[in-house]
């Protein structure tokens, strides 16, 4: 039993691991397909952690909360994404950014560390299984905002608030893993929304003004208008 733990405990820590370096990439890339490829790892990591605490910790509802991301955030999600949003916009080189490459990914870093300062002061995590999705959870939900923050285009910021969900969730297995399934179960289908409508937003204002920056909205809006 106590080996059974010692691996899920390193197997969990593993996930974690690489769902932190997919927090990083969605910071530093500047490619439109690679915001979408870290995405889709993180989302991986995600679900392997949710699955791994409810083998070690016997709570079926994360198993279903695993079962239900594994099929919602690295497939349906991306497909949806792909379906809605213009061909040409995944083709294009670079994505608007206000900082470059090296100051993301030391703001980053420095996200990361105040994420492992303040996770000291949130509730104990639900046994030492979980204590590694705490202050990483926390660091992947910091370095959604700053992704969100520096971002001018639609889908780059709505990556970001993917990862933002995804680092609330990871913390959320480790403080609540006992949640009501239904409230747990309520995060993905919001999520379906949000793409679909941004989705379908940012191929109209792409046809119509030519970009694909969250200030095209405005322009589309009074486009409508008259």
Known sequence: MANSNALLTSLNGLAAGLFLMSSFGLAATRQMQGCLRFYITQSICLVVSALLLGL???????LAVAVLDAVVKPIVIPVLLRRTVPEAVFRRREIAQVLNIPSSL????????????LSGYLPPATGSLASINLPVGLAGLFIGVYTLTVRR???PQLIGIFGIENGALLCGFAIASGLPLVIEMAFPFDMLIIALVIGILTRMTHERVGTTEVGGFTSLR?????
């Open 106 to 117: 030391l703001i980053a870093l420095a996200l990361t560390l105040l994420a492992y300062f």
């Open 153 to 155: 285009e639609a889908v």
């Open 222 to 226: 009074e486009g409508i208008g008259k």
């Open 56 to 62: 070690g910790l016997h709570a079926p509802d994360l």
